[in-house]
């Protein structure tokens, strides 16, 4: 029982950061009062069922992404879900396309629902659980606009380069003022994508939806339409959530 103990007050300490950098063992000994041999032990455990992870580079502990894992398990319980999925379904009997719902997890997203349009025989098709790098794809960009600068530079730091940080960044902002995201072919070639964030009442960041269709088949008129019908889903899901444009950090 002590090292369960001990392993949730580890896990609670890594959950309480502000960032997904993590923390170096000498100060996460101090937040536990535990000798540096001890913790090690139980970090070395942890690792192991991957509850927690290690950085190769800083050698900082930080959250497993199995926790996430988990809770997905339990995912239809939650409220908020049924207050996304008739919208998830909506949409896509709107668009007549594949509509996803993506939720980031570090430097990740990860899909956590798909909805396809049963009037569409061409899908695209991205599996539920698929991991993507936050700055591939309007969906992870999407959230990454939404997120506060602190964060999101956080996140990037991992990803890409000092030298294309700038010309991201640049795009981020444009996506942030005009509340939606556009990709073509960035994960998958000759296919497109336009998303939106979804935001709780907090102002945090949880998600994002997005629309999957064919290049070939987006035209600037189907663009356009793209676009308005995932800005109004999109404001609709956040304002079920709670959010209201002044709760915006």
């Known amino acids: 029982m002590q090292s369960i ?11 309480s950061q502000p960032t997904e950098v993590g923390l ?15 913790l090690h032990r139980i970090l070395q455990a942890m690792i192991k069922q991957g509850l927690v992870e290690q950085d190769g580079q800083t050698k900082y502990y930080r959250l497993g992404t199995i926790w996430l894992e988990y809770g997905l398990q339990v995912y239809d319980t939650m409220d908020y879900v049924n207050k996304i999925r008739p919208e998830l379904d909506r949409l896509a009997r709107e668009v007549e396309e594949s509509v996803y719902l993506s939720k980031p997890a570090g430097e990740e997203a990860i899909i956590i629902e798909r909805i396809d349009s049963e009037n569409n025989p061409i899908r695209i098709y991205d599996q539920l659980g698929s991991r993507i790098p936050m700055h591939i794809g ?30 991201i960044e640049e795009e981020l902002l444009k996506i942030g003022q005009q509340g939606y995201a556009v990709s073509h072919g960035e994960r998958t070639d000759g296919t497109s994508s336009v998303a939106v964030a979804v935001i709780n009442g907090f102002g945090e960041v949880i998600g994002s939806i997005s629309i999957g269709t064919l290049t070939f088949n987006l035209s600037e008129d189907r663009l356009a339409f793209l676009i308005q019908q995932i800005l109004d889903v999109g404001q ?12 915006r950090r």
């Open 5 to 15: 103990d001990r392993a949730m007050t580890i896990a609670k300490i890594l959950a």
């Open 24 to 38: 170096p063992i000498s100060e996460l000994a101090q937040e536990c009062r535990l000798p540096l041999s001890t």
């Open 138 to 167: 309007a969906a992870n960009k999407a959230m990454l606009a939404a997120m506060p600068a602190t964060r999101r530079t956080d996140i990037l730091s991992g990803l890409v380069s000092a030298g294309e940080m700038k010309k």
């Open 236 to 247: 609709r899901v956040s304002n079920k959530l709670g959010y209201r444009p002044s709760d």
